[in-house]
């Protein structure tokens, strides 16, 4: 059953809250009502990373790849973010003229190293 779940960022803490349906029917509340914390919610993208670390819009990972992304070939991996566009979880990767969405399914070797909250 896919888990239906969300974060938001409490600044004052600098810590996440985690919400949804947490556990076996189990749904936890998100936190409301406080113009200190932001009504912005990521979502679980229902994938954890290589190290069994959960997924989440915002966070930035490492993506490792065999083979090339864009025009270069010297690299085995890229770094960027998760982010929710057309339609589907996406990580958006640097390139040579820009950065490009590629679908986050594209890639089985992802890892979490930090989200946008924590400047990681």
Request: hydrophobic letters at 35%; charged letters at 25%.
């Amino acid at each position: 059953m896919k888990e239906i779940k969300f974060r938001q960022w409490i600044p004052i803490s600098k810590d996440f809250h985690y919400w949804g349906m947490l556990g076996k029917g189990h749904f936890v509340s998100p936190i409301t009502g406080n113009e200190k914390i932001p009504e912005k919610h990521e979502q679980f993208i229902d994938k954890n990373d290589k190290k069994g670390v959960g997924i989440y819009e915002g966070d930035n990972c490492m993506v490792y790849y065999e083979y090339p992304i864009d025009h270069t070939r010297a690299s085995s991996f890229k770094s960027g973010r998760v982010v929710f566009a057309n339609s589907a979880f996406c990580i958006e990767l640097p390139i040579i003229d820009g950065t490009s969405l590629f679908t986050i399914n594209q890639f089985d070797n992802i890892e979490v190293i930090g989200n946008i909250h924590t400047g990681e």
